[in-house]
């Protein structure tokens, strides 16, 4: 089993689910570096979490940063919650600026750091594998179907953070309420589908001995 995490860093620190991540890893004796541009909302986050937690006041995106951090911190836990307000409008409401805001902000942060800890390691065992493995080894199952079954059981119920959907309920021209309704359906027989699909071939694979 992989040692405890001793360091982590957490974008968009400074308030909402990044500051209860970064106020949850210090209440477990962990190291926090927290990024976010707001100075005054780490500086309050700062205040009321001790030397545990380290406020760097700065632009998530930035390539330079983000090699920096990992150089310098080698974090065994990276949390990528940085990203912006979306622009709430039917698709011919919006511009390119304001439906791109998310693309140039949540998902270009996350390829930034994403990009960054794969061409300077994290330190070791800090992967999810280093927890997965040793639990996989011990269950006989395959690591390509356990992939699969992961996949098809994330399609479900990922409404709120999946922009997918916000596009789907402006393009229909739905009521939130209707459009978790029919996405919730329509995708929970999907992840159902897909994890039978996957027991089956799980059960193919044992059959076949390989």
């Known amino acids: 089993m992989s ?3 001793q360091t982590a860093v957490v974008t968009g620190a400074g308030r909402g689910f990044g500051r209860a991540i970064a106020a949850a890893l210090v209440g477990a004796g962990i190291n926090v570096v927290g990024i976010a541009r707001g100075e005054r909302e780490l500086s309050a986050v700062r ?3 001790g030397e545990g937690f380290t406020p760097v006041a700065a632009d998530a995106t930035d390539e330079e940063l983000a090699q ?8 065994g836990l990276l949390v990528l919650n940085a990203g912006a307000t979306p622009h709430m409008a039917p698709v011919h409401e919006q511009t390119w600026e304001t439906f791109s805001r998310n693309w140039l902000t949540d998902t270009r942060h996350v390829f930034t750091w994403t990009r960054a800890a794969l061409r300077e390691p994290l330190a070791p065992g800090s992967a999810a594998s280093g927890v997965v493995l040793p639990l996989l080894v011990g269950s006989g199952v395959h690591p390509e179907m356990l992939v699969l079954a992961v996949s098809c059981g994330s399609i479900a119920f990922s409404h709120v953070n ?7 309920k402006e393009y229909f021209n739905l009521s939130v ?3 978790i309704k029919v996405r919730t359906t329509y995708t929970t ?3 159902i589908l897909g994890l039978g699909g996957g027991l ?7 059959v076949l001995s390989l």
């Open 3 to 5: 040692d405890p995490i």
């Open 47 to 49: 205040e009321e979490l």
């Open 68 to 75: 920096e951090m990992i150089r310098e911190h080698r974090p």
């Open 162 to 168: 999946d922009p997918g959907f916000w596009l789907f």
């Open 177 to 179: 309420i209707q459009a």
């Open 189 to 191: 027989v999907l992840s």
């Open 200 to 206: 089956a071939a799980e059960g193919v694979l044992d």
